[in-house]
């Protein structure tokens, strides 16, 4: 298939190709067969008995269906679909053939007209059965996602055949010999389905493989389809929309039947003609169905049909009631407006149907497991179907008894159009409003589908990262912190009012913990006094939050105090500069829980430092707040904020795909834009349901879970709204990045820089945007790559970024003008603060002043199972307290509480020995921790380096605290 078809027209992704190919030939035959056999059955029929036996047929066509019915759900519920589905159309064959040669035995017989009335009857349940054939193939063909944008398209074959057949038939009619041959044409159409149908099944015979059903899920649709609340509503609907069918084909071929002559040939030409065109329609609305439904929603799609019958219903009575009463019922003229408002209502019923309705109906049994939905299908819609021609039959034959047509006299056709019509008013009604309800319990559906069993999400990353916390917390099993927090002795965390000899609550509690020098004694004394709720201590705990070794005591006792405690948490993040302590205080007032910390964190979603605003979201999340709606349109505001962002880097990882370099940037601005795709999931959350953005979630992220992420991306889809789904669902749709990119872009326009240039001007970009927009890490690495790729022409830049607020940042503007001219470099940095200077001229006065900087750091922690999976830019607090620090040979170093109890010390290089007594010895080689190896040795006394080595050291709280408070955890 040609490219720019394929993807720019038809919307169509390259695996999905050949199946809407064979789809679309299949549904081609199918609608040769039906047009030929449609428009001579309904032709022969009228001929034969006049439109007043037209409610006895329906009657009659139901009966009969419902039997056949019964029948195809047996052979379903024993054999397989490759099975049943070819009986189907051979059954189909044998019907038209029989029917050609019967009908020619004799002329205006009883003969004829009992194949007259045979054709007509078992119209209904061989269109049926053909329908819920080519339904079963599109389940089995596509997904959910891809059903709503393809069905229509894949079906659209038929409606391109019956143009083709409608066209001929008139044609045909005045040349055959007899109008019963053009069943010849009928039998060619199902020969052709069946040998299409057999071809689809051996091309995609992995599709039709039938999964076992989930466990969890206890539904059984042969058992309980009158027991289930949505089964029952789509069994109505279908009833529903089928009395509509004939409600309107009833009114249209009453009206063919008073201004065509009496010549069978005639009418059918002239039935002919009316198909050709609708059918035109309809095979254009189809190539257009896919993107109207995507674009529009599902619930717009469903409720079109019975709102556009119902309005030109309402014009017809209109016409009837005030035109025609008022001029006359002999008014040929507006008769003719009348009758052009029956068909136009016939119109509208065959394309829209075809084209919009029925696709997508097609996505309410993908809530269903695939291995019911094509019997369950049957079940409903075949009997539903053949149930509403029967109840149609029986309404429009009583409404004949009380309303008796009389062929040929205007003033009586429009009286029996007038009360008909009304009539039907409240089926339309009743119809509307079943589509919204099964559109309601559509999306709960999708909830509950999604909750079964969907597989482990975790991935190996989060099993490694508890290995590694595991790791370091045995390693640190006895220190002073987790002494307090996991020893028997601390008991008194689970028994609040329990009192100690240590603390004494009539006394002072501050004097008694300035007197403690007991850590142990100190974080007892601090629960058991929390748990009393002493008003002074307070600020006391909050003031602990800046301290690393007992920060995770103090955010353990602090949401006691409930409200009480806000003001002083709330002034204090405003008064630390430490982005940890404010992140903490996030946790806190989530932790609390009350509408006043809502508010509070609320207002930090527009907090001008990133990492405050995500923290905020995700707390937000964690305590499922609700949009207010006065703060739902901050809420909106930030999805199109953060929305605009993911763009951005849309646009400039597009740019940057072609260069080999870039794949470490590519990887940076990737990681930034997911994490901004999870903030914009829990926003939705705020609007509605942190519970269904948590399913959203977990579906997405579960690659193991294909069938998930797609039913994910269709409850995204269906609880949107519309003015927002423009910019979400691009942002989560399985769809390229320049797709993604050139809708996203229709709502917010990107810049484009000149294809000569395009790379410099990117990259400059992405360090002069907003932190917001890039993140630390993308910004240094994109000043790397400018400085790497185009030397000795960013002296400006580099100028500009040494003056940056994040280290990281002058650090790498700083080793580019140090590189390139050391002198100048001396001369520039004095216009830094005394403590940036310093710390710059000691950084480049090393000889190996690679290892300490805040890149080789970073990168170091990264490698380290701990932090393996770490965001890079919460590693940032850690790598700016390491220090490298590197021992000659030989040197001895005395294992004090400096080396144990501060530091977390890891070998980066060479080798140290440990020595226990005067026999054993504890080799430590490059990527260990010294604590693992002397830990379980109480006896060891010194270690020795055995060649020159190299060591990182961290200080052991704040490794603590980044562990226990989980804060950077991706």
């Not at 419902?66 to 009986?87: A, C, E, H, Y």
């Not at 409903?380 to 004949?400: D, K």
């Not at 199109?640 to 072609?658: F, P, R, S």
């Not at 109480?938 to 052991?956: M, P, S």
Request: glycine letters at 6%; proline letters at 3%.
């Amino acid at each position: 298939m040609n490219k720019w078809l394929q993807h720019k027209v038809l919307n169509l992704k390259p695996e999905e190709s050949g199946r809407v190919v064979y789809l679309f030939t299949f549904a081609f035959f199918v609608g040769l067969f039906v047009s030929f056999y449609f428009a001579l059955a309904n032709s022969l029929f009228i001929e034969a008995f006049g439109v007043a036996k037209l409610p006895q047929a329906y009657i009659a066509s139901g009966f009969l269906g419902l039997i056949m019915m019964r029948g195809f759900t047996t052979l379903q519920s024993k054999l397989n679909i490759q099975r049943v589905f070819p009986i189907v159309f051979i059954v189909v064959i044998i019907v038209m053939i029989s029917g050609r040669f019967t009908g020619t035995i004799c002329e205006e017989c009883f003969i004829q007209k009992a194949n007259a009335a045979a054709l007509f009857v078992l119209a209904a349940p061989l269109l049926t059965l053909t329908a819920i054939c080519t339904s079963g193939l599109a389940f089995n063909l596509f997904d959910i996602r891809q059903s709503k944008r393809l069905f229509g398209l894949s079906v659209s074959g038929e409606t391109f055949a019956s143009i083709i057949g409608y066209f001929m038939i008139p044609i045909l009619a005045k040349i055959l010999p007899y109008d019963y041959d053009l069943l010849f044409f009928a039998t060619f159409g199902a020969v052709g389905a069946l040998i299409m149908l057999l071809l689809i099944f051996k091309k995609f015979s992995e599709q039709f493989h039938t999964p076992k059903k989930p466990k969890a899920f206890k539904e059984t649709p042969k058992t309980k389809l009158f027991g289930n609340r949505y089964y029952v509503l789509i069994f109505s609907s279908v009833i529903l929309s089928y009395i509509a069918i004939y409600f309107v084909d009833f009114g249209f071929l009453g009206g063919v039947s008073l201004i065509s002559p009496d010549d069978s040939t005639q009418i059918v030409g002239l039935i002919a003609s009316f198909f050709m065109i609708t059918k035109s329609a309809e095979f254009l609305l189809s190539l257009l169905s896919g993107r109207i439904i995507v674009a529009q929603g599902l619930k717009f799609s469903l409720v079109l049909l019975p709102i556009s019958i119902f309005a030109a219903t309402a014009i017809i009575i209109g016409v009837i009631n005030f035109g025609m009463e008022s001029q006359g019922a002999y008014d040929e003229s507006l008769f003719y407006i009348l009758f052009f408002f029956l068909a136009m209502s016939k119109f509208l019923d065959r394309v829209i149907r075809k084209a919009i309705d029925r696709p997508a109906s097609r996505a309410l049994y993908q809530t269903i497991p695939k291995s019911d939905r094509v019997q369950l299908q049957s079940k409903i819609e075949g009997s539903a179907q053949l149930i509403g021609t029967f109840a149609a039959g029986g309404i429009l034959l009583l409404h004949g008894l009380l309303f008796p047509v009389e062929v040929g006299n205007n003033h009586q056709e429009v009286i029996h159009i007038n009360s008909f019509s009304t009539l039907f008013i409240p089926v339309l009604i009743a119809w509307s409003v079943i589509m919204f309800l099964i559109y309601n319990l559509y999306r709960n559906r999708l909830t509950d589908f999604m909750q079964l069993d969907t597989g482990d999400s975790s991935g190996t990353s989060s099993n490694d990262q508890t290995n590694g916390n595991k790791r370091l917390v045995n390693g640190f099993r006895k220190t002073d912190l987790l002494h307090a927090l996991h020893y028997p002795e601390m008991n008194v965390l689970t028994s609040p009012n329990k009192t100690s000899e240590e603390f004494d609550p009539a006394a002072n509690i501050l004097t008694v913990l300035d007197n403690e020098k007991s850590l142990i004694k100190r974080n007892r004394i601090l629960i058991q006094a929390a748990r009393q709720q002493h008003p002074s201590l307070k600020p006391y705990l909050v003031e602990l939050l800046t301290h690393p070794g007992h920060a995770t005591i103090a955010r353990k006792v602090i949401p006691d105090f409930g409200n009480a405690i806000y003001e002083d948490l709330n002034a204090q993040f405003f008064k630390t500069n430490d982005q940890r302590v404010r992140l903490k205080i996030i946790e806190l007032f989530a932790d609390i829980n009350t509408d006043k910390t809502h508010h509070g964190l609320f207002q930090l979603i527009s907090y001008p430092t990133p990492e405050i605003q995500t923290k905020a979201i995700e707390a937000l999340h964690e305590i499922d707040h609700k949009a207010s709606p006065v703060q739902k349109a901050t809420v909106e505001n930030k999805i199109q904020e953060y929305t605009a962002h993911i763009t951005w880097i849309y646009n400039c990882l597009y740019e940057l795909k072609d260069f080999p370099e870039m794949e470490k940037l590519i990887g940076y601005l990737s990681l930034h834009q997911e994490g901004l795709k999870k903030s914009i999931l829990y926003l939705l959350g705020m609007l509605y349901g942190a519970d269904k953005a948590n399913l959203i979630e977990k579906n997405l992220k579960n690659e193991n879970n294909l069938e998930g992420s797609i039913l994910a991306l269709e409850l995204l889809d269906n609880y949107v709204d519309n003015h927002l789904k423009d910019l979400v669902m691009p942002l989560f749709e399985d769809i390229s990045l320049r797709k993604k990119l050139s809708l996203l872009e229709k709502q917010i326009p990107q810049q484009h820089f000149r294809s000569t240039d395009r790379l410099r001007n990117r990259l400059e970009d992405i360090i002069i945007r907003n932190y917001i927009k890039t993140g630390i890490v993308s910004k240094a690495e994109a000043l790397r790559l400018i400085n790497h790729l185009f030397p000795g022409d960013n002296d400006a830049l580099n100028m500009a970024s040494i003056y940056h607020h994040h280290p990281y940042i002058v650090e790498e503007a700083a080793k580019a003008l140090n590189k390139s001219d050391v002198e100048q470099f001396q001369s520039r940095i004095q216009l830094l603060s005394s403590s940036k200077k310093t710390e710059l001229t000691a950084l480049f006065s090393k000889k190996d002043f690679h290892l300490h900087t805040l890149e080789t750091k970073i990168n170091k922690l990264k490698s380290m199972p701990l932090f393996k999976y770490r965001n890079m830019e919460s590693l940032m607090p850690l790598a700016l307290s390491m220090e490298y620090v590197t021992y000659s040979l030989g040197s001895q170093i005395h294992l004090t509480n400096e080396i144990i109890d501060d530091y977390y010390w890891y070998v980066d290089s060479g080798q140290l020995d440990g020595y226990v007594g005067d026999q054993q010895h504890l080799n430590i080689s490059a990527g260990e921790f010294v604590l693992e190896k002397v830990y379980p040795k109480t006896d060891v006394l010194f270690l020795e380096a055995l060649e020159v080595t190299g060591c990182y050291k961290i200080k052991k709280d704040l490794v603590l605290d980044f562990l226990m408070d989980g804060v950077g955890l991706n």
